[in-house]
């Protein structure tokens, strides 16, 4: 089974919709992330979170929220979509020991139409 | 300007040739540097970390210039397999990664 999985992996939502996706790991890594991904740009930063009472933005954070249910689940909700949030996205899982390899999550790709 | 650039490719090669691109970065307290590899619009994957005074992993090269702020990969005796496109990043903390758009790289038969 996969260390890191996202839900959904596709979806398609109209303007205006609430839409959540979830993140869950199985690593036992403290931190977490959320990252996009457009085309011709690198992967940016949404929000990241170093334990279940720490949430902090990342450069991108306006239209989204999270949430750190646990260590092991973060989810990312986009209160009211608007297609230029349509994008793939990615979350992530490092520990907290001074390594700085992330593992990704396979990817959500959503469309906002 | 972006953190990380990269030249986007596609460098095609074939098989067995040697392929080689730069990244380069614009802070200069980044203190780790990396290449991710990404299959088709997949999660992005650890290849190697990238040290100063450069290192090898098998076919691949990586090396560091400190002093113009870019960093090298350079791929022997290329695979089918090493079709991917290559991500460049940089982190100046043990927690923010600065990615670049990336490289790809086809390799033919």
């Known amino acids: 089974d996969a260390d890191v999985t996202q839900t959904p992996r596709n979806r398609i939502t109209k303007t205006g919709k609430r839409i959540m996706l979830e993140c869950s790991q199985t690593?036992?890594?403290?931190?977490m992330y959320w990252y996009r991904q457009d085309p011709g740009l690198g992967l940016r930063l949404i929000y990241y979170?170093?334990?279940?009472?720490?949430?902090n933005k990342g450069e991108i954070s306006d239209g989204y929220s999270v949430s750190r249910q646990a260590q092991a689940k973060f989810s990312l909700s986009l209160e009211s979509a608007i297609p230029n949030q349509t994008a793939l996205y990615f979350c992530?899982?490092?520990?907290?020991?001074?390594?700085?390899?992330?593992?990704f999550g396979p990817g959500t790709r959503l469309t906002v139409t | 300007r972006k953190e990380v650039e990269q030249d986007p490719g596609p460098f095609n090669v074939p098989e067995g040739a040697t392929v080689a691109f730069n990244c380069t970065y614009s802070?200069?307290?980044?203190?780790?540097f990396f290449w991710y590899r990404q299959d088709c619009r997949k999660e992005p994957k650890l290849l190697m970390s990238?040290?100063?005074s450069g290192n090898e992993d098998g076919r691949f090269t990586a090396q560091l210039n400190r002093a113009s702020q870019y960093i090298s990969l350079l791929i022997r005796d290329s695979k089918l397999s090493d079709s991917a496109t290559y991500l460049c990043?940089?982190?100046?903390?043990?927690?923010?990664?600065?990615f670049g758009a990336g490289t790809t790289v086809t390799v033919r038969a």
């Open positions: 992530a899982t490092s520990d907290a020991s001074g390594s700085y390899e992330q593992y």
């Open positions: 690593k036992g890594h403290d931190r």
């Open positions: 979170s170093f334990d279940v009472k720490d949430i």
């Open positions: 802070n200069s307290a980044s203190q780790s």
């Open positions: 990238v040290y100063s």
């Open positions: 990043v940089v982190s100046f903390n043990d927690y923010k990664l600065s």
